[in-house]
C-alpha cells in the first residue's frame, strides 16, 4: 500500500537553528499538509498546499515556517529559528481528492526536539 | 472556525466488551468524517471514514454513525481485543475549509484483559 514517508524520524537541534524536515508524499497526491503533535496533546493543522502554493495556514505557521516542494516528489517545512516550543512530532500527510475522495493519509512522523 | 469536541479523554473497557466514542462539531458545511488510530510513536492511521450522505457506516468490528443534525458522531468498536489499544482521533473537514482536517482532542483507549 503506498504511504507517505518522512524523514529524520527524530531530529535534536539546538534553539535558535534552522531546521528541514522532508516528506515524500503518495505519489499521485496533489494536496500536501503538516501538521504537528505536542506530546500527549492533539494533532494541530499548520499548513496544506496544493498547485504549488499554500492553500492555508493556521495562526501556528507564523514567518518562521515556510513549506517547499523543490521538485516532483518532496515536501519541506522549514522552520528557520527553532524555538523550545517547536519541540514536537511534525506529521506529513497527502491527499488525492479524485479517486478517494477527501482521505487525508498521515505518514510516520518527524519527532523534533529543541534544546 | 470549525471546533471539534471528543469525549471521553480515556476509556478503559474490558476485553471483549463494546467501547464508543463520541464527537461534536460546530460547523454545519462540514461533510467528512474521519476517525484515526494512533499508537504510541507513530502516525495517526485511517481506520475509517463516514461522508454526510451516509448516516451510518460498518466495517468489520468497528462503526461510525453520524447525526447531522445534532451535528455529533461516534465510533463503535465492538468485541474488543489488546490490539485496539491506542489513541483515537475523531476529526472533521469542513467544506468552508475545504483543505484542511480539524482533530479532537483523542481518547486513549485502554483494553483489560
Known amino acids: 500500500e503506498p504511504e507517505v514517508t518522512q524523514t529524520p524520524s527524530h531530529q535534536v537541534t539546538q534553539m535558535g537553528q534552522e531546521v528541514i524536515l522532508r516528506c515524500v508524499p503518495i505519489?499521485?497526491?496533489?494536496?500536501f499538509y503538516w501538521y504537528r503533535q505536542i506530546l500527549g496533546q492533539k494533532v494541530e493543522f499548520l499548513v496544506s498546499f496544493y498547485n504549488n502554493e499554500i492553500s492555508e495556514k493556521s495562526e501556528i505557521f507564523d514567518d518562521q515556517f515556510s513549506v517547499e516542494r523543490p521538485d516532483g516528489s518532496n515536501f519541506t517545512l522549514k522552520i528557520r529559528s527553532t524555538k523550545l516550543e517547536d519541540s514536537a512530532m511534525y506529521f506529513c500527510?497527502?491527499?488525492?481528492?479524485?479517486?478517494?475522495?477527501?482521505?487525508?493519509?498521515f505518514g510516520e512522523g518527524s519527532w523534533l526536539t529543541v534544546v | 472556525g470549525e471546533n471539534v469536541e471528543q469525549h471521553p479523554s480515556t476509556l478503559s473497557v474490558q476485553e471483549g466488551d463494546s467501547a464508543v466514542i463520541k464527537c461534536t462539531y460546530s460547523d454545519s458545511a462540514s461533510n467528512y468524517f474521519p476517525w484515526y488510530k494512533q499508537e504510541l510513536g507513530k502516525g495517526p492511521q485511517l481506520i475509517i471514514d463516514?461522508?454526510?450522505?451516509?448516516g451510518e457506516k460498518k466495517d468489520q468490528r468497528i462503526a461510525v454513525t453520524l447525526n447531522k443534525t445534532a451535528k455529533h458522531f461516534s465510533l463503535h468498536i465492538t468485541e474488543t481485543q489488546p490490539e485496539d489499544s491506542a489513541v483515537y482521533f475523531c476529526a472533521v473537514l469542513s467544506y468552508s475549509s475545504a483543505s484542511k482536517i480539524i482533530f479532537g482532542s483523542g481518547t486513549r483507549l485502554s483494553i483489560r484483559p
Open positions: 505519489s499521485n497526491h496533489l494536496y
Open positions: 500527510a497527502s491527499s488525492d481528492r479524485g479517486s478517494s475522495g477527501n482521505t487525508i493519509y
Open positions: 463516514i461522508r454526510s450522505n451516509v
